[in-house]
T-cell receptor
Framework: GAVVSQHPSWVICKSGTSVKIECRSL??????MFWYRQFPKQSLMLMATSNEGSKATYEQGVEKDKFLINHASLTLSTLTVTSAHPEDSSFYICSAREPGLAGGPRSNEQFFGPGTRLTVL | QKEVEQNSGPLSVPEGAIASLNCTYSDRGSQSFFWYRQYSGKSPELIMF????GDKEDGRFTAQLNKASQYVSLLIRDSQPSDSATYLC???????????FGAGTILRVKS
C-alpha cells in the first residue's frame, strides 16, 4: 500500500515555458503532500507543503508565484513551474503522508513518488 | 530550527563487512526516526523506522536509537554492492507535519 506516482517521469522544455508535474496517491487519500527539489549530488530541499483544499505553505526562499501548487483533490497535487529557466533544471520529487498512520509513531512517515527530472533548455 | 546531522561520506566498506551510518539530531523531544535509502537518480525509499530506545532489526539492517545522546544509527550487515546508495536520516520537523532530513551519507560497498 501507500503508493505515490508522478507524471511525467522526465520532461524537457524550452526556456520561458511552463511545466506541470502531477503527484498522485494511488491507494490512499493524502490530505498532505510535499514537494522537494534535488540538484545533482545535493540533499533534498523541501519546497512546499501542499494541503488539500487550502493554499500551499512554501519554505523560505521558494517563490510561490514561480512554483504554483494546487491540491484540488485528496489524491492529486500538481506543481507548475512557470516561466522555467535553465537554473530550474532539477529533480522534483513529491511525497505524501498516509492519514491511516495519523496519531501513531509513524504519522510523519512520507511515501515518495518516483520523481520528475526537468531539463530546461 | 530542528536539525539532523549526518557525515556526508563517502563511507567505503568492503563487501561482506558491516557498514555503520550515524545521525545526530537537535530536538531532544523527537520521538520517531526514519532511515531512507536513495539510489542515484531515484527517489528515497524507507528502509527503517525506529521509535523506542535500543535496537530494531529487520533482515540485514539494524537501527539503533539513543535518546539520551540524541543519535540514531543504521547498521548494515553483510554489505553488498547493491547497498551502495545515499542513506538519509529524518526526524519530525516543526509542528510535526514535516520531516527534517539530514544531508545524507554516501555508502560505497566495494566487491
Amino acid at each position: 500500500g501507500a503508493v505515490v506516482s508522478q507524471h511525467p517521469s522526465w520532461v524537457i522544455c524550452k526556456s520561458g515555458t511552463s511545466v506541470k508535474i502531477e503527484c498522485r496517491s494511488l491507494d490512499f487519500q493524502a490530505t498532505t503532500m510535499f514537494w522537494y527539489r534535488q540538484f545533482p549530488k545535493q540533499s533534498l530541499m523541501l519546497m512546499a507543503t501542499s494541503n488539500e483544499g487550502s493554499k500551499a505553505t512554501y519554505e523560505q526562499g521558494v517563490e510561490k508565484d514561480k512554483f504554483l501548487i494546487n491540491h484540488a483533490s485528496l489524491t492529486l497535487s500538481t506543481l507548475t513551474v512557470t516561466s522555467a529557466h535553465p537554473e530550474d533544471s532539477s529533480f522534483y520529487i513529491c511525497s505524501a503522508r498516509e492519514p491511516g498512520l495519523a496519531g501513531g509513531p509513524r504519522s510523519n512517515e512520507q511515501f515518495f513518488g518516483p520523481g520528475t527530472r526537468l531539463t530546461v533548455l | 530550527q530542528k536539525e539532523v546531522e549526518q557525515n556526508s561520506g563517502p563511507l567505503s566498506v568492503p563487501e561482506g563487512a558491516i557498514a555503520s551510518l550515524n545521525c545526530t539530531y537537535s530536538d531532544r523531544g523527537s520521538q520517531s526516526f526514519f532511515w531512507y535509502r536513495q539510489y542515484s537518480g531515484k527517489s528515497p525509499e524507507l528502509i527503517m523506522f525506529i521509535y523506542s530506545n535500543g535496537d530494531k532489526e529487520d533482515g540485514r539492517f539494524t537501527a539503533q536509537l539513543n535518546k539520551a545522546s540524541q543519535y540514531v544509527s543504521l547498521l548494515i550487515r553483510d554489505s553488498q554492492p547493491s547497498d551502495s546508495a545515499t542513506y538519509l536520516c529524518a526526524a519530525p520537523g516543526e509542528y510535526g507535519n514535516k520531516l527534517v532530513f539530514g544531508a545524507g551519507t554516501i555508502l560505497r560497498v566495494k566487491s
